[in-house]
C-alpha cells in the first residue's frame, strides 16, 4: 500500500522531530573533564554525558565542550541533544540552574509519558559536573 | 516519496472488493435485524449469510458462531462468560491456563478474573516463543475450566501446536479457546479437526472493516452473557447488530479463503528474503520461531538501538514497523511477549516487527533491506554501546 508522504507526528512536536533527526553533539569525548552515566529505571534508557570545562575571562568555569551517548527512544535522544546545546559554553553555576521544563520548552513541549526522558538529561550533566569537581 | 506500509499485523487497509460489498448496507440496506419489515429482515438475511461464510471458514455451524465488535470483545467473553458460567452451575471450578504470550485482551481478562477469586497459570513458551502441550498437560487439574492459547503469535508470529493441544484439552475434558486473530484466513483452521471449543477472529486483520469480530463457540457450551438487553446474537450479544461490519467481515473471509494458498507462498518468500537480508546487518537476530512462524511476520532485533527511535527513523523514511520496545507502550514496560521468549529488557529494547500484507511488493521489501543498515548504523553512533572503548 504506497501513500502520499505525510511527516507529521501526533507524538512529538517538529523541534523534537527534528532534532531526533540532526541531533548535536554526538558521540563520545577523549579525556573529558567530567562523565555523567545514567539508566533509566523506568524504561530502560541510557544516556552518557561528557564535558570539557575551561574558564572564562571572568575566571568563572564553563562547560567548553559537551558531547552526549544514548541508547534510548526519540524523547532522549532529542532531550541529549537539546541539553547539550542548552549548556555549552554556558558557567557551571548556570548548567546547574538548567531545569528539566527547560528542554521540554525549548523542543516545543514533549508527551507527558515522556517527561521522564528530560529528567535524565538533567541528572546525567548533574553527574557529569559533580564527576568533574571530585577530580 | 511514496509510502511504505509494514504493520499489517497491527491492521490491514479495507480491501475495496470489501468496501463495495459493505456499500449499499450504509444508506439502502440499513434495517435494523430485529425489525420484522422488509427492511429488517432484508438486514437479518445478511446476517445470516455471513453467519454462514465464517462457519464454512472453520468447518462449524452457523449457530455456533456470534458476532462481537473485535477480537478483544470475543477474548473477553469466552473467558470471562465460561469462568463465570462454570462456578455458578457450583462445579467447583475455579481455574484456567492461559500462556505467557497471549494479546493484553486475553491477559487482562485474566488477570480481572483473578480477581473475582480464580486461580491462573501461565504456561512458559521456549526462547522461540514455542508452548510445550506436555507442559500444558501437567498444568490441567481436576478443577481446570479452560486453557487459552493464542494460535500464532501477533508480535513473533511463532505458530503453536493448536491440534495437539487441543487433543490434550480434549482426553483431561476440559474447554480448548484459541485467539486466530493473526491466523485467520492465513491458515486453516478446522474447529473440529484441531479440537477448538471456542475461537477469536477479528475483521480488521484480513482486510476487512474495524468493528467486528467473532467468537466461535461448539454447540452445548454455555456462557454467561456480558452484555445485557435486546437478546441478538442468540441472546449472548445484546447490541443492534453491526450489519455493514459483518458483511464486510464475511466478504474478506470469502476473500482470503480463495487465495490463502497463492497468497501465503508469495509472503513467505518476500518475508525470508526479508530476513535473510536484514541479518547480514551486525549484531541483529530473529525473534519468533525460523520455521513455524507466521507468512508475513518478521520480528527482529539489533543489539545497542532502541525499537522507538528505529521505527521513528524508518517512519521518516515513509516506512511504517512497530517495535516492542518499552519506550513505545503506555506502560514502558517491554513486550511481556518477547521477555517471555527470555529475552532481557535491554534486548527487547531494540526490537522492530515487520509484518507484509496484501499489497506488499517485492520492490517495497528491497526499499526496507536498502535503508536500514545506514539508520541502525547511525543509531549506533549515537548509542553508548557496541563502540570499542
Known amino acids: ?36 552515566k545514567i539508566g533509566n529505571p523506568v524504561c530502560g534508557d541510557v544516556m552518557h554525558l561528557y564535558i570539557k570545562v575551561a574558564k572564562n575571562k571572568k575566571r568563572e568555569e564553563i562547560i567548553k565542550n559537551i558531547k552526549f551517548e544514548t541508547f534510548g527512544c526519540v524523547a532522549a535522544i532529542s532531550t541529549s541533544s537539546m541539553i547539550t546545546d542548552l549548556v555549552k559554553g554556558k558557567t557551571i553555576k548556570e548548567a546547574m540552574r538548567l531545569k528539566k521544563d527547560d528542554i521540554i520548552k525549548s523542543l516545543g513541549g514533549l508527551p507527558k509519558l515522556k517527561y ?14 559533580e564527576d568533574y569537581r571530585k577530580k | 516519496m511514496k509510502k511504505i506500509y509494514l504493520d499489517y499485523a497491527a491492521t490491514t487497509p479495507v480491501d475495496p472488493r470489501v468496501a463495495k460489498a459493505m456499500l449499499p448496507f450504509l444508506s439502502q440496506k440499513f434495517g435494523n435485524t430485529m425489525s420484522l419489515h422488509s427492511f429488517g429482515q432484508e438486514a437479518k438475511l445478511a446476517l445470516e449469510d455471513s453467519r454462514q461464510v465464517m462457519a464454512d471458514m472453520i468447518n462449524a ?27 455458578s452451575e457450583s462445579k467447583g471450578k475455579n481455574h484456567i491456563i492461559i500462556s505467557s504470550i497471549e494479546h493484553h485482551c486475553v491477559l487482562e481478562s485474566a488477570e480481572w478474573l483473578k480477581s473475582q477469586g480464580f486461580k491462573i ?7 522461540y516463543g514455542m508452548v510445550n502441550p506436555k507442559d500444558i498437560g501437567k498444568g490441567i487439574r481436576p478443577e481446570t475450566i479452560l486453557v487459552s492459547i ?25 474447554y480448548f479457546h484459541t485467539d486466530v486473530s493473526q491466523t485467520f484466513g492465513k491458515i486453516l483452521i478446522d474447529v473440529k479437526k484441531m479440537n477448538i471449543d471456542l475461537l477469536t ?9 474495524k468493528g467486528a469480530g467473532l467468537l466461535y463457540i461448539r454447540e452445548g457450551i454455555r456462557l454467561v452473557s456480558l452484555l445485557h438487553g435486546g437478546g441478538q446474537e442468540n441472546g449472548l450479544r445484546s447490541s443492534t447488530v453491526n450489519v455493514p461490519a459483518i458483511v464486510g ?3 474478506s473471509a470469502e476473500i482470503c479463503k480463495k487465495e490463502m494458498l497463492k497468497e501465503g507462498k508469495r509472503l513467505t ?6 530476513i535473510k537480508n536484514v541479518l547480514k546487518i551486525k549484531n541483529s537476530h530473529l525473534n519468533g520461531d525460523p520455521i513455524k512462524r507466521l507468512p508475513n511476520n518478521a520480528n527482529f532485533r539489533f543489539d545497542f538501538v532502541e525499537g522507538e527511535s528505529l521505527v521513528m527513523r524508518l517512519d521518516a523514511e515513509g516506512i511504517a514497523c512497530s517495535t516492542g520496545s518499552a519506550c513505545s507502550s503506555m506502560t514502558l514496560e517491554p513486550s511481556h511477549v518477547l521477555l517471555a521468549t527470555g529475552l532481557r529488557p535491554e534486548q527487547a529494547h531494540g526490537s522492530l516487527r515487520v509484518s507484509l500484507g496484501r499489497w506488499t511488493t517485492e520492490k517495497e521489501i528491497d526499499q526496507l533491506i536498502k535503508v536500514l543498515p545506514e539508520i541502525i548504523r547511525q543509531l549506533r553512533q549515537i548509542s553508548p554501546y557496541g563502540k570499542k572503548a
Do not use: W
Open chain 2, 150 to 174: 493464542i494460535h500464532a503469535s501477533n508480535e513473533i508470529g511463532t505458530i503453536q501446536p493448536i491440534a495437539e493441544i487441543g487433543k490434550i484439552c480434549k482426553q483431561k475434558k476440559v
Open chain 2, 269 to 274: 518468500k518476500l518475508r525470508n528474503k526479508l
Open chain 2, 121 to 127: 497459570t501461565k504456561i512458559p513458551v521456549d526462547k
Open chain 2, 201 to 209: 477472529a477479528s475483521s480488521h486483520k484480513i482486510y476487512g472493516p
Open chain 2, 249 to 251: 467481515f464475511a466478504k
Open chain 1, 116 to 129: 521522564h526522558c528530560s529528567v535524565l538529561a538533567v541528572d546525567a550533566l548533574h553527574k557529569a559536573i
Open chain 1, 1 to 36: 500500500m504506497a501513500k502520499k508522504l505525510n511527516t507529521c507526528s501526533s507524538l512529538y512536536t517538529p523541534k523534537v522531530m527534528a532534532t531526533f533527526k540532526n541531533p548535536h553533539n554526538f558521540g563520545r569525548m577523549k579525556n573529558p573533564d567530567g562523565v555523567g
Open chain 2, 61 to 87: 455451524k452457523p449457530n455456533e458462531i456470534v458476532f462481537t465488535s473485535s477480537a478483544t470483545e470475543s477474548n473477553n467473553q469466552a473467558l470471562k462468560g465460561l469462568a463465570l458460567s462454570e462456578r
